[in-house]
């Protein structure tokens, strides 16, 4: 087992924001498990910390299939340790008018983005339990704060995300486990290139971003800047708190 001061678990952590906070943890000197769908991009993040001098292992699992979870954070534990950093970034989205949205969809943004997220903390909260100390950084969206056309389901799910923060921050808070939720705007991910390449949004992207106070679309390395900083001990008496990475496009 490699030893670490602390190991954290980023879910998503294959591309966009959850490379990202990876690499970002891992100079932060945290061994990383880097957990996606995508087995060939988690390994290549991982191999990235790994030549950088870090500690971090790459694990293959759909966030909505608990046993795959399972599989995962065993393996995690085995060679990087008790997991007491949890990031949970893994998300799905679409776009479609509500009218249109099909169950089938609508269940797999759920699954993914919502219930994700309560199978991954759960698996994972018996390890900070035991050590006393924990932080879980939850990943929401600007679009569950303000809405966003054609994307009810997402939006809906990520609204959960906050509700959940909050509600396990008072219920955690007296076991030394933090947490609190990063709400990203317009961020330059391969999700949001879709979008922006699809002309998915009712205006032009580069529309949207000039409204901000800060007019330009954001970096993963923003996003990753804010989960390190609730992951850390500097954070210990924050908790319960949605932070907004948006460039100041206030809810």
């Known amino acids: 087992m490699i030893q670490s001061a602390k190991t954290a678990l980023v879910t998503g952590g294959g591309a966009g924001m959850g490379r990202a906070i990876c690499l970002h943890l891992a100079r932060n000197g945290r061994a990383v498990g880097v957990l996606d769908r995508d087995g060939v991009a988690a390994e290549g993040v991982a191999q990235e ?21 399972e599989v995962a ?16 970034n893994a ?51 600007l679009g569950a704060q ?24 008072i219920e955690l808070g007296a076991k030394g486990i933090t947490v609190n939720s990063v709400s990203p705007g317009f961020i330059e991910t391969p999700m949001a290139r879709r979008a922006m390449d699809g002309n998915l949004f009712p205006i032009p992207w580069e529309q949207i971003v000039a409204t901000y106070p800060i007019p330009r679309i954001g970096q993963p390395e923003d996003v990753a800047a804010a989960c390190a900083f609730f992951a850390s001990d500097a954070a210990g008496y924050v908790t319960g708190q949605l932070l907004g990475v948006n460039g100041g496009c206030a809810p």
């Open 91 to 141: 998300g799905v989205e679409d776009f479609c008018a509500f009218e249109d949205i099909a169950e089938d969809v609508w269940d797999r943004l759920t699954d993914v983005n919502l219930k994700g997220t309560y199978h991954v903390t759960q698996l994972v909260l018996p390890d900070m339990v035991t050590a006393g100390w924990g932080r879980i950084v939850n990943l929401s969206a």
């Open 49 to 69: 910390i790994i030549d950088a001098g870090g500690a971090a292992l790459a694990v293959t699992a759909d966030i909505a299939r608990r046993p795959q979870i």
């Open 73 to 88: 954070l065993a393996n995690i534990r085995a060679v990087l340790g008790p997991i007491t950093i949890l990031v949970n």
């Open 146 to 169: 303000v809405g966003a056309p054609n994307m009810v389901h997402y939006t809906a799910t990520k609204g959960g995300v906050i509700a959940m923060t909050r509600s396990l921050a």
